[in-house]
């Protein structure tokens, strides 16, 4: 049974940091794309980074150069570690695993949430003063 755990998340200032963390159990596969999505009241759930079994990592243009996804495969733990938080990043932050790869996901994306086949519980990041 594959589960996904979130930790972290939280309240924080503008300008401020957080780290997310995704502890991933019970697969083995190794063709996967792993990633973050987030949902904002309102608004569509949207693929925020995701990073493939085979190389490739995709980040949204709103995160780029603030936002940083990173793996322990010791750990089988996804990290997404979230620098000069702006309040439009608030938002249900989710990660997800789908199995199979992305071509060219730099420049694909992480695709549809659709696509995804496993999700963690979610974690809310609020950024405000």
């Known amino acids: 049974q594959v589960q996904l755990v979130q930790s972290g998340g939280g309240l924080v200032q503008p300008g401020g940091s957080l780290r997310l963390s995704c502890a991933a159990s019970?697969?083995?596969?190794?063709?996967?794309?792993i990633g973050w999505f987030r949902q904002a009241p309102g608004k569509e759930r949207e693929g925020v980074s995701c990073?493939?079994?085979?190389?490739?990592?995709y980040y949204a243009d709103s995160v780029k150069g603030r936002f940083t996804i990173s793996r322990d495969n010791a750990e089988n733990t996804l990290y997404l570690r979230m620098n000069s938080l702006k309040p439009e990043d608030t938002a249900v932050y989710y990660c997800?695993?789908?199995?199979?790869?992305?071509?060219?996901?730099?420049?694909?994306?992480?695709?549809?949430?659709?696509?995804?086949?496993?999700w963690g519980q979610g974690t809310q990041v609020t950024v405000s003063s």
């Open positions: 990073v493939s079994s085979h190389d490739g990592t």
């Open positions: 019970g697969f083995t596969l190794n063709y996967y794309v």
């Open positions: 997800a695993i789908r199995f199979g790869i992305i071509k060219n996901i730099a420049t694909m994306g992480c695709r549809s949430r659709t696509e995804y086949d496993y």
